[in-house]
């Protein structure tokens, strides 16, 4: 497959993932509340992890680790407890998030017991139990990767999705959440905000289970 060819077959699994990258879901909601809250610069790690974290399942569901599930039925309903309890857990950190000072938030909180961005680390190991991710990386891989394509290639294509595509997605709902940072200047409408992001993250959960 030429170069050509081979970014024509790619164009159903490009438009998929950019419909499902920029949609509203849990790391978009996620990173919204962490830009209003922490600012753009202390979300970062966030994102990275988020992308990471993705990139490789992308890569485990292009080798076929997509059909465990079908082996073993009982991890779908495992992935689905651990899953909707993260999330839960994770709207309650989203509603109570320790507020920054009106005009952008990006100062460093001395106290580590306060609430705080979710790290590299987290965020990575989230896509693993993250059904969206989960559904995304196995629908994508199986229905939309050239089927002709190489190893390599189908690999290639889905690092240049990351680059190109979920990245600038990401970092857009995190750039989101940080213009409401500037306009919602009051504490009552940022808890508002965060409040808000909460239930729709909470939301996603029968969604995501069903």
Not at 157 to 168: C, G, K, Q, Y
Request: aromatic fraction near 12%.
């Amino acid at each position: 497959m030429t170069s050509t060819q081979l970014f024509l077959a790619a164009m159903p699994f490009f438009s998929f993932f950019l419909v499902a990258s920029i949609t509203p879901g849990p790391n978009n909601f996620m990173v919204a509340a962490s830009g209003m809250n922490y600012g753009y610069k202390r979300t970062l790690p966030h994102i990275a992890g988020v992308v990471t974290g993705f990139c490789s399942l992308l890569l485990l569901c292009m080798l076929g680790i997509g059909a465990v599930f079908e082996l073993f039925p009982a991890l779908k309903i495992v992935l689905k407890v651990f899953a909707a309890a993260y999330l839960l857990y994770l709207a309650c950190k989203m509603a109570n998030a320790a507020l920054a000072k009106p005009g952008g938030g990006e100062q460093v909180e001395e106290d580590a017991k306060k609430p705080r961005p979710l790290s590299f680390i987290e965020a990575a190991m989230f896509q693993y139990i993250n059904p969206k991710a989960w559904v995304m990386g196995i629908s994508s891989t199986a229905t939309f990767l050239p089927a002709g394509a190489m190893l390599e290639e189908k690999a290639a294509i889905i690092l240049l999705s990351v680059l190109f595509i979920s990245i600038p997605c990401i970092m857009s709902w995190t750039l989101f959440g940080k213009a409401m940072s500037l306009l919602f200047t009051s504490d009552r409408y940022r808890r508002f905000v965060n409040l808000t992001l909460a239930l729709l993250l909470v939301a996603t959960i029968p969604m995501l289970v069903l």
